[in-house]
């Protein structure tokens, strides 16, 4: 049986030397941990307005990449690409990070694309690398839910505040953190369960745990399975996400 081919993603920034490259190292490493079948790369629609970039990748974006366990020296070290028609051509779903920045310059010199091209709103300042994470980690789970594309519209709230609002507001739900090993060869799981959310908020917070505890996972039956024992981080996130939570268990 044929290996299945990975889809390709391609992240679009204006100079390709800080957004997206930091959100296409940060969506490999997350997509590796995982088992999804997708691949980024990254391109600047306008090289030329970055003149005064120092080095192949801000020092910045590597740094917060190296805070979050992520290394990509290959991705670090190389130089700054310009998009062409060709990489549009062989990307599978390509996401441009600021649309009022740059849909004008999709529309100038790749106007066939421009309404091709799913938009986030994460602007070129220090403080947007932890948006990105938060965008990435938002698509990786909708990429799992069957890969709907995102409205191009402000997101209103953070992945981790969106997920701590579903909760109802006037009853106090307890989540429940516990561990299994039986029928597992000793391998055993970290479980999340009686959580008040919907089947997608549920996939969304299992792909934030995933990649807080950097390791695999699924989810079952609206339970949450986190591979190896993890409980002490996963309660520690829960409550950072508002949650009231129970340990359960050894």
Known sequence: MAKRSDKTLLFLCTGNYYRSRFAEILFNSVAGKM??????????????RGVNNVGPMAVEAITALEALGV???DGVTRLPAQVTTDDLERADRVVAL????????LQERFPTWAEKVEFWHVDD?????ALIEREVMGLVARLLGGGQRQESQPSEAPASERLAAKQPAKKLVTVKVGRETAGRRGKGVTTVFDLPLDDDGVRELAALLK????????VKDGRIEIQGDQR???????????YKVKRVGG
Do not use: F, M, Y
């Open 35 to 48: 088992g999804l079948s997708w691949r980024a790369s990254s391109r600047g629609l306008a090289l030329e």
């Open 71 to 73: 290394r990509a020296d």
């Open 98 to 105: 600021k649309q009022a920045e740059h849909l004008p310059l």
């Open 125 to 129: 300042a220090p403080e947007t690398l």
């Open 211 to 218: 990649q807080r505890c950097g390791t695999g996972g699924t």
């Open 232 to 242: 002490e981080r996963i309660v520690a996130e829960l409550e950072k996400l508002g």
